[in-house]
């Protein structure tokens, strides 16, 4: 019997925020600027990570727009 493993994940995280202009469009909540760092892992070992910047949702956490 063959055992894989195969397992990706991926976090995303807030590194910090501040408040924009403009309102969610799914829940109608503010907007704001946030700086975000998403690592992907596989098998829990940390393959690569990114920062990016977007615009979301302080609410529902939607992202509205994203600059890579
Ligand atoms: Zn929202």
Do not use: N
């Not at 969610?24 to 998403?38: I, L, P, Q, Y």
């Not at 098998?43 to 979301?56: D, I």
């Amino acid at each position: 019997m063959v055992c894989f493993c195969f397992l990706v994940d991926q976090t995303r995280e807030v590194r910090r925020s501040k408040l924009a202009a403009g309102v969610c469009s799914r829940c109608g909540g503010g907007a704001s600027v946030a700086d975000m760092k998403t690592s992907t892992r596989f098998c829990l070992v940390p393959l690569y990570w990114k920062s990016w910047s977007a615009v979301m949702c302080t609410y529902c956490g939607a992202i509205l727009k994203s600059y890579h």
